[in-house]
């Protein structure tokens, strides 16, 4: 059973930068792709990015959310996904969430319980 623990979150002002963790179980974790999703008060979940697998290159992609302001890492020793944002504002406060697809299927089977960053003006 594959477990995703997010941490890091907090209340940050504008224009912090801020480093979210998600410790992930799994022996397989680098086999992996992993996702970033948000989701503020009242609004749909969106898509933040991911990082491939390491056989696929470790690739990373961004959705428009956060483009240009949010690094995604991997350190698979420690089986940890990493979101580095910066520049924050408050437009960015909400529920983030990390995500596995470990079957490699294509769709995200496994999802933490979130986060939450708040970030004042």
């Known amino acids: 059973q594959v477990q995703l623990v997010e941490s890091g979150g907090g209340l940050v002002q504008a224009g912090d930068s801020l480093r979210l963790s998600c410790a992930a179980s799994?022996?397989?974790?680098?086999?992996?792709?992993m996702g970033w999703f948000r989701q503020a008060p009242g609004k749909e979940r969106e898509f933040v990015g991911f990082?491939?697998?390491?056989?696929?290159?470790?690739?990373?992609y961004y959705g428009d959310s956060m483009k240009g302001r949010s690094t995604i890492s991997r350190d698979n020793a420690k089986a940890t996904l990493y979101l580095e944002m910066n520049r924050l504002t408050p437009d960015d406060t909400a529920v983030y969430y990390c995500?596995?697809?470990?079957?490699?299927?294509?769709?995200?089977?496994?999802w933490g319980q979130g986060t939450q960053v708040t970030v004042s003006s």
């Open positions: 990082i491939s697998s390491v056989s696929s290159g470790s690739m990373t």
């Open positions: 995500a596995a697809d470990a079957r490699a299927s294509g769709t995200y089977d496994y």
């Open positions: 799994g022996r397989t974790f680098s086999h992996w792709t």
